[in-house]
Every structure is written in C-alpha cells, then in structure tokens.
C-alpha cells in the first residue's frame, strides 16, 4: 500500500490530522492499536480551548459541538471555604467550551468513515522504516497478516505508550519530566453538576475538581495517593471525600448518585525533544503530557496537529519544506507554555506529602493574591482559555 502520510494513533490527534489533511485532499491511512470501541471507551479531557474549537470547524466536525457543547466564561477556585470566580469573558473576550473528549473523538471517527477514511484497528507489531529517508515506511500486523505502507511522512499520534517517541534514536532526544506524588481519581456520575461552572478546589484534605459533561452527567475528581485503586473507594466514600473539600455552600447541594465510572490517572509532566526526526513528526501525548489541572492534554495535543497540518499542507500545495522543517521549534514553544501553566497550576491548588506549613502559607498567599489581582486573573484567564498558536 501507498499513501501520503501514515498516522500512528486513532486517539483525536490522529484522526483531527487525518480529518484536517482530508479536507485539502491530503490521503493518510490512520493505523488504530485497540477496537474503536476500546477508545471510545476512554474517559478523559473535558474542556476545549478556543482554538481547538475553532480547528474543530476547520474540520467540519462542529456541528454537534456547536449544538451540544457548553461554552463556560469562567471559573470558581475554591480553598479555605471559600470561592471566586475568574472571569474569562470579561478578561480575555473569550471562553471554553466543556465537551468530552470522547465525543470529540466520536464526532471525528464518524466524519472520517463518512468521508470513506482509512483506518485499520487492532494493528500491532508496528514498525517506522527510514524515518530519515524521503521514502520512509511503515510495516504492521493485523492478525497474522503482515502488510506495508510506503509513504511520504509518519505522524506519531499514538500516545505516551506507543512506539513513535521510541522511534527516535535515545542519543538524539531528550526527555524532561516531572512525576507529581499522587494521582486523580475521577468518577461519571449520572446526576447534575454541582454549579454550572467548574470548580476548582484547594483544601487541607487535598485537591477536588467539580466538572461536568452535561446538565445530567458530572465528572468529578479528588487529589488520592499513588498507591489507591478505585476498588479501594467505595462511591459513599468518594462523595463524603469531596463534600469535604469543597466549600460548605456547595457541598451542601451537592447531588450525589451511582458512579458509571471510576478510574485513577497518574499524573506527570513529559516534554521530549525534538518532535521530529526525518520524515516522522510527533504529535500529542506521544510528545508531551501534561499534569490535567489546567485541561491542556487534548488542547496541546491540538496545537500540535494544526501545526504539522499547515506544515504538510505547505509541502504538498507549495512544494515548501518551510513548515515541516519549523514544526518541531514552533510546536515545543506552545508546548512549554501549557507544561509550564499545568504544573503553576498543579502546584498552586495540590497538597504535596513533603509540604511543610510554610509551603501552604505561600499556597494560600498566592490564592489570595490571584483573588484581588486582576492582572493575577487575566494571566491565568488567558492561559485556561489557550494562548494563540
Ligand atoms: P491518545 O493517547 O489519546 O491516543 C493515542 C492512540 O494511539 C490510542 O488510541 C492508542 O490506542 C493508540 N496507540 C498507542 N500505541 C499504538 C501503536 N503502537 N500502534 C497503533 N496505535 C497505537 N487531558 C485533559 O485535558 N483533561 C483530562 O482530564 C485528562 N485526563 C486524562 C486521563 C488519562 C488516564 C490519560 C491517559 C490522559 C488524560 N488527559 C487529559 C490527556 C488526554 O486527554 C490526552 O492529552 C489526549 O488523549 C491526547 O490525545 P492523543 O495525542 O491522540 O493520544
Ligand atoms: C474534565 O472535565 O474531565 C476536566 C476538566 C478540567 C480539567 C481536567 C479535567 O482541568
């Protein structure tokens, strides 16, 4: 087989670049690890910044979105049984949108089948050939059928556990990380939102997030040691968790119910560099992942994929090499300042087991400082609702 680009990966990197390239008659064929199934079946990202927004119109996978999304002009941030509001309309003309990456992911699988897209699951043993040729190559299994698919460029879209990032030789990348010292348990639960914004919640007892995937399904998340297994959390138990941390004006409301599901993310920044080597780029969680606090994972992973779309895009329409040869620099720069954001962010609202009283004083001064600071706000608001790519 023959194709322009090969993808790696059938998570929304992926299929948004494959969706992207289609629409400027740019062939790729999308090579999938799991069932469509088993990546729908991921509970994850829940808020899209503008720009994701907009690339997501770009595709022409906005019409459900545009219907169904929730656009949010801010956000409560709560610590010692209180909470303010930072108010992005007012101080970025701008806001969010809240819909769940499993949707996104839904939308864009449907509008690739509906434009007859290839993607092939359940690959495995997958192989880059001569990435640093013109000429690379990609060879996989399906089954015990082994097949092969030369083409122009790889896109790595697969993920921080897939075989892209390991593509590029050790001596040639970099790896920086940062492994925080515990995780997120979240829960789906069929019941309304606690508040029609998010909730962002700082307490002695650790974080809380309230958020939500619509008027009657909330997804919440509290800060629990690395060592939990939601086994170990019954949902009576997550409930009076984080009645506890968050303020007593909506613990009090608070709408409890049966969770659909439960799971602990483990939570680190990961930057490598560079994000290309030859003929294969690195889009998403194959190249960075960042801690979920400041719901930049899917928006970073974004940025990237409109980069490496307009680099291909350049190369195809204008024969220019232009773009791919910036891709790598121009993608880091905005990766940087989302890792950067997540962990500010990370460490303003967790408690750390290491941390001394001290430590949560300074935690403390800077809510407080972020509460009466307008420009304090603005630099927060300006980076949750995403920096321009
Ligand atoms: P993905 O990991 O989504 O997709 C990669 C795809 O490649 C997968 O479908 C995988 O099966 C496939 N693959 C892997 N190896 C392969 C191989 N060898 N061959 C073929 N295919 C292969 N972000 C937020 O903003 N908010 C959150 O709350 C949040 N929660 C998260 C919870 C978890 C448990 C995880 C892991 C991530 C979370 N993220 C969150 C980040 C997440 O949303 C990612 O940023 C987003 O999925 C990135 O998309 P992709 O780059 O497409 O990677
Ligand atoms: C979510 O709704 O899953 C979500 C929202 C905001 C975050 C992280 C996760 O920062």
């Known amino acids: 087989m023959k194709t322009q680009t090969v993808i790696i990966g059938g998570g929304p990197s992926g299929l948004l670049l494959s969706q992207l390239l289609h629409t400027r008659g740019i062939d790729s064929i999308v090579l ?8 729908l079946g991921r509970i994850r990202a829940g808020v899209l910044e503008r720009g994701l927004v907009s690339l997501l119109r770009e595709a022409g996978v906005a019409d459900r979105l545009d219907k169904e999304g929730m656009p949010h002009d801010g956000t409560l941030i709560s610590y010692n049984d209180t909470a303010f509001r930072v108010d992005f309309a007012k101080l970025t003309n701008s806001h969010v949108v809240v819909y769940g990456q499993t949707e ?10 509906k434009a007859g897209g290839q993607i092939e699951f359940n690959v495995e043993d997958v192989v880059i050939h001569d990435a640093e040729s013109d000429a690379p190559y990609v060879t996989y299994r399906v089954g015990d059928d ?16 897939g075989v892209s990032r390991q593509t590029i030789p050790a001596d040639k990348r970099q790896e920086f990380e940062k492994i925080y010292p515990f995780g997120w348990l979240g829960i789906l639960s069929k019941t309304p939102p606690v508040d029609h914004e998010l909730i962002y919640a700082n307490s002695p007892r650790g974080f809380a997030l309230c958020s939500m995937r619509n008027e009657n399904l909330s997804r919440y998340y509290v800060q629990c040691p690395l060592t939990d297994k939601p086994e170990d959390w019954s949902d009576e138990a997550f ?16 709408v409890t119910g049966p969770s659909i599901e439960k799971s602990i993310a483990p939570l680190r920044s ?13 889009c998403g969680d194959a190249a960075h992942i960042v801690p979920p606090t400041g719901a930049k994972g899917l928006n970073t992973a ?17 024969n220019s090499q232009a773009g791919i040869d910036a891709y790598s620099e121009k993608a880091l720069a905005r990766v940087w300042k989302a890792e ?5 962010f990370s460490s303003l609202m967790h408690r750390y087991p290491d941390q001394t009283e001290f430590d949560q004083k300074m935690q403390v001064a800077e ?10 706000q603005q630099a927060m608001a300006e980076n949750y609702v995403g920096l321009p790519y």
């Open 32 to 39: 999938e690890r799991k069932t469509k199934d088993y990546v």
């Open 104 to 113: 996104v992911t839904r939308d864009l699988y449907a509008a690739r089948e």
């Open 146 to 161: 082994a097949r092969r698919i030369d083409c122009d460029f790889v896109a790595g879209c697969d993920g921080f556990h």
């Open 239 to 254: 409930w009076a968790e984080l009645k506890r941390r968050i303020p007593s004006e909506y613990a009090d409301k608070l």
């Open 270 to 282: 990961f930057v490598t560099e560079p994000m290309r080597w030859g003929r294969l780029f690195l």
């Open 302 to 318: 974004a940025s990237d994929v409109h980069y490496l779309y307009n680099a291909l895009r350049d190369f195809y329409e204008n």
């Open 340 to 344: 950067r954001f997540s962990w500010w």
């Open 367 to 376: 809510l407080e400082f972020l509460r009466a600071s307008p420009a304090a």
